[in-house]
């Protein structure tokens, strides 16, 4: 590998283990929050923020995750596993969603997108259960030239893998499904 293709990856094995893992404890208050004003029955100017520009943050994520495997894959040659492009398939149709519902400011692309991330995240749930060291329950999806599921890309945090970046990106994705589904309900 080239000096500087070493140093992006040493960059990004080093500091997005970081940011997912501070924008997953970031989704998991807003979790919660949405929770406590969905059963108090409270407006919320946050929520609402978020409801009202959830095509582009969509959006914004999905293009994020797809460049983000795109420079692992094709630039730094980092060869991903049967289960990574299962995931693939799930948010990279998602980009094309939110481009299109973006464009005509569609937000029933919510109703999709939900079901696609509930797949996705399972997807990556099991994946990052075979990366923490488990027993494969269903066997790898590998076909020649891909790489082994159970082996990590990084391991930060004990916990804190590609397939924990997934998991993150599905929640924020279902969290805004349900955010939008929580405000036109009301």
């Not at 946050?46 to 999905?62: E, H, K, W, Y």
């Not at 999709?112 to 790898?140: A, D």
């Not at 804190?160 to 589904?181: A, D, E, N, Y």
């Amino acid at each position: 590998m080239l000096e500087n293709k070493e140093l992006i990856l040493n960059f990004l094995n080093n500091y997005l283990p970081l940011v997912t893992l501070i924008g997953f404890i970031i989704i998991v208050l807003v979790y919660g929050y949405l929770i406590y004003k969905t059963k108090t029955k409270r407006k919320s100017p946050f929520l609402d923020f978020i409801s009202n520009n959830a095509l582009l943050f969509g959006f914004l994520m999905t293009l994020v995750a797809v460049a983000i495997s795109l420079i692992y894959s094709e630039y730094l040659g980092e060869t991903p596993c049967g289960l990574c492009w299962l995931q693939r398939v799930f948010f990279y149709s998602q980009l094309v969603l939110y481009v299109v519902a973006y464009l005509k400011n569609d937000t029933r692309v919510f109703e999709y997108t939900f079901w696609l991330s509930l797949v996705g995240i399972s997807i990556s749930i099991y994946h990052e259960y075979l990366q923490l060291g488990y027993s494969e329950l269903l066997p790898c999806p590998s076909v020649g030239g891909l790489a082994d599921c159970a082996e990590p890309t990084f391991l930060a945090y004990g916990f804190v893998t590609f397939p924990f970046l997934g998991i993150t990106l599905f929640l924020f994705l279902i969290l805004l499904s349900l955010i939008v589904k929580r405000k036109n309900n009301q």
